[in-house]
C-alpha cells in the first residue's frame, strides 16, 4: 500500500492507542477506550454494520444522475466503512481519503478489509481540514467522520471548514457529515453548518447511538417528492442490500417532508 503524506515538520500524528475486538460476529474498532469508532459484520464485511454509516449513503438518493458521485472525499478512514461500500457498489466514483493517523490504513486493511490503492483509491496521510483549504480540486461528495480518541471534531466542526467544502463541492455537490446529537455543543455545531450552508442543510433527529447525520444541499436548494425517493431507495437496496426506507420514514416523522417532499 503506497500512501501520499501531507505531515508537515509541525504536525503530529494521534498518540492514542488502535484496538480491535470482536463479539457476536462483529468486529469493532476502539480508539483506547470502549468507544466504538467503527464496525464490521465479519461474516459481511463489505455491508455497512452502523446505522450512522448508513444514514451517511443517503445523498445516493439525491443523486441528479447516474454517473454521480464520479468524485468523492472521504475524510476520516476509521473502520473503511464507507470507502469499502463505496469502492465496491459505485465503479464509476474515485475516492481519496485523508487519514491523520498513519497507523490506520494498514489496520484498517489487516482487520477490516480496505482493499489496495488502485485507480479508483487513493489514501493521503494529513489533517482532513488542512487537505481541503489547500486543494483545488471539485468533489460531488464529501463525506467528513473524523472524530479523535476523546469524540472531539477539532478544525472539522469549524464555520471554516464547512466554507472551505462549500467552495470545493462540485456543481450540484453535496457535504455529507457524522455529528453528535447529544452533546451541549450540537446545537452551535449545527449552526456553524446551517451559517456555512446558507440554510441548506438537513439535520436527521439523533440516532439511538447519538449520531445526527447532517446533508448539505445546493444553493438552489432540494425539493424531491418522496415517491421518487422511496424508488429510487428500493432500487439502492436491491442493487446494494442497504436499506435507507427506514431513513426516509424517519424524516417524514421528523417533519422534513411537508406536502410529500423532502426540502432543505
Not at 439525491?62 to 476520516?76: C, D
Not at 489514501?123 to 460531488?140: E, F, K, T
Not at 438552489?220 to 436499506?243: F, K, P
Amino acid at each position: 500500500m503506497t500512501l501520499s503524506s501531507l505531515f508537515g515538520g509541525r504536525d503530529r500524528p494521534p498518540r492514542h492507542s488502535i484496538d480491535v475486538s470482536e463479539a457476536a460476529g462483529v468486529r469493532y474498532l476502539h480508539f483506547g477506550s470502549e468507544w466504538i469508532q467503527g464496525a464490521m459484520r465479519v461474516a459481511r464485511p463489505y455491508a455497512l454494520e452502523l446505522e450512522y454509516t448508513r444514514e451517511m449513503m443517503l445523498p445516493l438518493l439525491l443523486a441528479p444522475h447516474a454517473a454521480w458521485p464520479a468524485r468523492v472525499l472521504v475524510i476520516g478512514l476509521g473502520a473503511a466503512s464507507v470507502v469499502k461500500f463505496l469502492h465496491r457498489n459505485c465503479p464509476q466514483s474515485r475516492l481519496t481519503v485523508v487519514e491523520i493517523d498513519p497507523r490506520m490504513p494498514a489496520v484498517a486493511a489487516m482487520h477490516f478489509r480496505l482493499p489496495d490503492e488502485d485507480d479508483r483509491l487513493q489514501i493521503v496521510i494529513g489533517d482532513g481540514a488542512r487537505y481541503v483549504a489547500a486543494s483545488d480540486q471539485r468533489w460531488d461528495l464529501i463525506l467528513v467522520d473524523g472524530y479523535d480518541h476523546r469524540a472531539r471534531a477539532n478544525a472539522l466542526d469549524s464555520e471554516t471548514f464547512h466554507r472551505d467544502c462549500r467552495a470545493r463541492l462540485a456543481y450540484e455537490g453535496r457535504a455529507c457529515l457524522n455529528l453528535f446529537g447529544r452533546t451541549r455543543g450540537f446545537k452551535a455545531s449545527a449552526r456553524r453548518l446551517l451559517d456555512a450552508y446558507a440554510g441548506h442543510a438537513l439535520i436527521l433527529p439523533s440516532l439511538d447511538e447519538g449520531n445526527a447525520i447532517c446533508v448539505t444541499g445546493t444553493e438552489l436548494g432540494t425539493r424531491v417528492d418522496m415517491i421518487t425517493l422511496r424508488q429510487r431507495a428500493q432500487s439502492l437496496r436491491s442493487d446494494t442490500g442497504l436499506n435507507l426506507l427506514p431513513t426516509l420514514s424517519r424524516l417524514e416523522q421528523a417533519g422534513h417532508c411537508p406536502a410529500g417532499e423532502l426540502t432543505f
